[in-house]
Nanobody, 118 residues
């Protein structure tokens, strides 16, 4: 069964924006609320990397490659995590996943494809 449901990806041109959403389908509220959540991405022929983290206390942290362009947020009532991506670049092209931080290997979802081209 799916633990995390990601959506919002698509094909955009450089400089455009996308907002990704992730619902923690199988986490109960009392577990989700204090959990650190993250957005990860995996580009073709590269390892999966963590790009943004938000703690239960809403402290955020970003990879240098996305700092100043991406914003992670959460809505505990909806057990959801979001990633606002602005000023997208071709090197942001990847499949984006959400998971806890650290990640639970058995809980990866299908991800959502982001392609920046044009």
């Amino acid at each position: 069964q799916v633990h995390f449901l990601e959506s919002g990806g698509g094909l955009v041109q450089p400089g455009e924006s996308l907002r990704l959403s992730c619902r923690a389908a199988r986490m109960i509220t009392s577990t989700f609320n204090p959990a650190s959540m993250g957005w990860y991405r995996q580009a073709p022929e590269k390892q999966r990397e963590l790009v943004a983290t938000i703690t239960g206390g809403r402290t955020t942290n970003y990879a240098d490659s996305v700092k100043g362009r991406f914003t992670i947020s959460r809505d505990n009532a909806r057990k959801s995590v979001y990633l606002q991506m602005n000023s997208l670049k071709s090197e942001d092209t990847a499949v984006y996943y959400c998971n806890t931080v650290p990640a639970s290997d058995e809980k990866w979802g299908q991800g959502t494809q982001v392609t920046v081209s044009g």
